[in-house]
DNA sequence: CGCTTGTTTCACAACTTCGTGAAGTCCGTA
DNA sequence: TACGGACTTCACGAAGTTGTGAAACAAGCG
């Protein structure tokens, strides 16, 4: 191994702490949050449950609830080749879809309880018209994400197109 | 006090907790998220410490860093009626325009980190490409969040005339 | 079959966060 | 300038989280 390399892995070990600790304070949970970024360094896409303890220093037992988020969220799935007893974690390539669905569904929520409130204050009134109108902030929040989603597919391909000319 | 009236402050009551407690599932710590929630169940959209302390049936300590907080991120204003020793609280008209702003600097500081990361890795590698993928995404998701404030401000506008009519 | 390797479960300990009570500080008022 | 009310600070205790080690479990392979 050569200096440059050792310099690569200290610099790649640091973005994947720098990038776990930004993603945690998104309110992800820890652990997920490093293995994500971890996963989003390597070339693959891939890694064992060993290369992920390994890599980030935590016990298997910390991988294994980690990732059993992880695959719940639907942001890895799980993969065993055959012939081996090694677990496979892939990053799946719509995380960021999923990731930007799973806020749409909280807004969702949001509208509910927001409605609730509305209901019980009644309209007619200053809080009531205050909570309908952030009802509508929030709605409109909702429809912004779903058209988001297909812009932002459009603009990929457009970029990347431009990013191989 | 009317039992209709009793009624509805339980149902007031009741959504100032469910909706605080969203927020709090939002990144939002939990008696900033409640303090404001009850700011927007007043007609005033103002509420003493006192008030909020009884409210709340927090101790004014709790309010005191809660509101300290809510300040420093301009979601509240601290008023002092002349001649008055009681701090007074207001809810700012522009809370979801600061919040919207805070979240646009928080993909600020994503892009920078993922910056490091393309840096590290190189835009020749698979790893380094995904990378430069998802600063763009973040990167697109930034724009949008801009035009999608100016948006807001023209819908809100045919909203609230429409309301009206 | 039993061994080996890899994963999961579970109870515990460390850490962090959170809200409180009590003491302290500030400031207008008499 | 002394009083009183209101806000703030601080140290503590409670509660919840988080990651670990150890043991149980599962599955290929000799």
Redesign the pocket.
Known sequence: MTRVTQRDQQAVSQFVERFGAILSDTGM????A?ILAALLTTDSGKL???EI?DLL????????????YLTQVRIVS?E?EP??????YRMRDDVWYEATFRKDQMLGMIDEVLSEGVTALGTHTDAGARLDETREFFRFCHGELGSMIERWKAHREKWIADRES
């Open positions: 949970a820890r652990m997920p490093r064992t449950s060993a303890a220093q935590i016990s298997p037992a910390a991988v294994s609830g980690a990732v059993r799980r065993r012939g081996s007893r090694r677990d496979v």
